[in-house]
């Protein structure tokens, strides 16, 4: 067999077969965002029955895993995460696996899910994994601060907007609407009008966790500040949690080291 | 503060956002692999003590974890795999994440990577996983069956090189040589030589077991043929791992409809 | 100044600057199909006062480019034209321009251009280039020698329903309609329904001249066989321009070796 | 034949043959540079006798067609060219051509390649194009404004490094040396010993024509100051044609709109 080998080895042009893969470079010089999405998140968390319309521990684990992330890849500047979405910013003169988008996404994919799956225990004791769960990511890139900045504005946003709906569709479930009666008391209303259905639930919209609120930001801090603006004694550098409004510029005036890059 | 989100809301526009994303459509009607590679896997087979130069529980796993893949991912037609790589090829005209490159490898390296967390402890019921395993990834086109065909028989080819060169060099190591030693003793030689060398061992490489010297393929198999030339009872359509010779041509005369995609 | 020029020769950093250059690279061992075509030439052609609906000395003079791109680049194996567009087909294993997409289509773009200024006074003696005729181009790769056939059967059948209803179109406005009016009496009309109103202006769709009727197909002839099926002699390679259908298989059954790339 | 027509009308899925054109997008809000390169330009100045080391006229020639590229094409807002060669900057967020490349890069080309052919006369009245001219094109994102700077300070580098060993060049070659012998006197020569070896042939490298030395920048000026420093009179929006220092901050700092976006 081994004589059949050998010659089958001269079949094969590695030149030639190598030269059908291709260069998905990204430009350089430009903020890499790598945005990581649950597949068909719907299911799995009906499957492992997470908390309406927002599961803390769910959340927690999805904010440990971008913690370790971060941890691992040291061109990560910073990230944000809500539900089962995390973005990744990769350092603006980055060369992690040489700005090939397939690669680097796949890796940082890869190792979310790695933790992911790891971790799942410690955050769900009772519940066993019942499937994989699977997420899909993409990379795309901002030329400057500014837009990587409204590119962050936009997912806090998405948070808002959708925390907002999710809150007041499960309330209205709760309350013994159907999920299609819930959809149809929503359709058109505003902010406004939402903040006023969840008071007659005896909800203060903005009296609900900060982390639902406003998800999470996970970045690399020297310092921390507590409520009453102490220092917490923590001056190493580790990788925090937080739960910002990164909207506005006083998150980003206060730490103008993060994407300094 | 709703208030303020409000307000913020309006200063971002999503479609210019969004602008920033790219296409990486696959070129439609071609043959698309998708490569999982793993990260680092020297490292990881040294921390989890894999034996050398292979070792039958990791491949088992790997093996376990491309027949959960095609299970969950139905334009998966064919798959090989060999020491921390898999091959995921799709058929000719799938659709999966309408082609795009990033969505398509990023699925499956997830997918993937989620199995072989969960399913490690099967496999290695003595040992704790230190860290998190981590795999790359990145789709390839071909244009026709035979070129197609010749990437597959290069992966195999390569299994063999590699195959023979590592139980060389392990068993030189065994003997009491350095690595640096061994390297030097291999430099140079060919299959002839390396095959003397093994019989100087004990060894018959022809003897060594399949599955080690020409990988595996995972691939749905609608009846299977025992060594006696017997059907073995199991009609039904199944994803089956098989450690055929698949650079010749009979494997795939053999089975006709596997790429007929 | 020299002074002043070395120093800022240091600042500049060429392989920096150059990392921003990007492939694309077409996937090899396919047919490459280079469309040209005419930017704004309704205007163009109005300009140039073009005989409505079809100017055979406009066509001449684009055969007449088409013919000297086949003739200066070697890789085209088929080039198909029709009104201001014509497409050039390179043999699948071409490495014109190392195949990046940019650099071919910009250089036949230019050469095609070139020509057709400087052809421009054999075929319009009478007139002056009133402004620079310009054209646009586009790359696709189509992985098969069945679809690169589609791809031409579409720009001839695309012939075909342009040319009837223009020659329609153009029926009406000289019988004293208004476009508007000609256009609204075209809407919804089938090619039967056609042919019977240019019946009604003496005008037997079939008995049009070919060269309006199935475009031109401009590529590499080394015999010609005239109406009566003779040789006509010629049995030199040369550029031919014919007016064939290229949709049946025929034609391209008596012309074997034209793809044969 | 109509009726053969209308069958094969059927057998073509226009969309299907559409799914394999891509987008070649560029990334929004960076600055686009397109920069021409005649093809085999050595030979085609030597097939038309240009004077060596610089041909002023035909360096003229390629400074109108530039021109007449700014006053088609609105959004390009600064060019720069020398010898064969002519970058034009879009502004920052131009929609030019969707920003899809091969459309930009074909369109620019082809009309500077036409424009070249049309101007020939007014600039060699005595000269026959003796075929036609040709040019290839790229397209390059910047992603900010100091890296575009950046690659035009690369660029005037570039002519004064070409036009010094140029001139050196075909002196020496004029004094009688082969052109082997007058590379290899040039071989490894810095800036200054260039210098003197012009000196030695009477020449002062620096009183050459700022046009070879500097090369020329084609764009749009609201006002030009003559060498008195008065203002010239004419104060409408046209193109001008300058040869400046365009790596010193100087020349920007005075034209800060140029690059305004």
Redesign the interface.
Known sequence: ??G???K??G????D??R???????L????WVVVR?DG?HFHRFSEAHEFVKPNDEQAINLMNTCAV?VLKEFHDLVFSYGVSDEYSFVLKKDSQF?QR????M???L??????????KWKDFFPQKE?KY?????????????YE?LR??L??RQ?DC??NNQYNTCFWELVKSGKTKTEAQNALKGTQ?GDK?KLLRQFGIE??ELPVMF?RGSSAFWGTTRIDKNGECNGNSGKRVVVQHC?I??PSFWDALPTILSG
Chains 1, 2, 3, 4 share one sequence.
């Open positions: 067999e081994l059949s080998f050998t089958d080895i079949k094969v042009e590695p030639y077969i030269s059908f893969q291709f260069e998905d470079k430009i350089p010089s430009t990581i597949c370790a696996c090939q988008a397939s690669e996404v796949s890796v994919v890869s190792f979310f899910t790695s933790m992911y799956v790891m994994l994989p769960p699977c997420f899909d990511g993409r990379a795309v890139c901002y030329p400057s837009i409204d590119y504005s936009w946003v808002h907007i902010t903040e919209y903005n609120r409004n909207i506005e």
